[in-house]
């Protein structure tokens, strides 16, 4: 699939990008390369791959799940001007 320099002065002017006539024939070279290798890579036959999750077989380490800090909720919220419900009420912003 080609991309060709009309198609790459759409897709800069959606971008707002400014480019010389050299940098376009330059970029729009580099997207056509790219486009031929994802359709080769899209001519690859992969029905007897399996997916993969992660390419080596290895397992994760799990930590044990423990708190490492108290609840200090109702200590800070005595810190706070307006508290109401356990909540903080703050000035609206938005109107």
Same mark, same amino acid.
């Given at each position: 699939?080609?991309?060709?320099?009309?198609?790459?002065?759409?897709?800069?002017?959606?971008?707002?990008?400014?480019?010389?006539?050299?940098?376009?024939?330059?970029?729009?070279?580099?997207? &056509?390369?790219?486009?031929?290798?994802?359709?080769?890579?899209?001519?690859?036959? &992969?029905?007897?791959? &399996?997916?993969?999750?992660?390419?080596?077989?290895?397992?994760?380490?799990?930590?044990?799940?423990? &708190?490492?800090?108290?609840?200090?909720?109702?200590?800070?919220?005595?810190?706070?001007?307006?508290?109401?419900?356990?909540?903080?009420?703050?000035?609206?912003?938005?109107?």
């Amino acid at each position: 699939m080609a991309f060709d320099k009309t198609e790459l002065e759409k897709v800069a002017q959606l971008a707002r990008l400014h480019m010389s006539d050299a940098e376009k024939d330059e970029v729009a070279g580099r997207i &056509t390369d790219i486009l031929a290798l994802i359709d080769q890579m899209q001519s690859v036959n &992969t029905d007897s791959v &399996t997916p993969l999750a992660h390419p080596l077989d290895v397992t994760q380490r799990l930590r044990p799940d423990y &708190t490492t800090e108290s609840n200090r909720r109702d200590e800070l919220q005595k810190l706070a001007p307006r508290v109401e419900n356990g909540l903080y009420l703050v000035p609206k912003v938005i109107e």
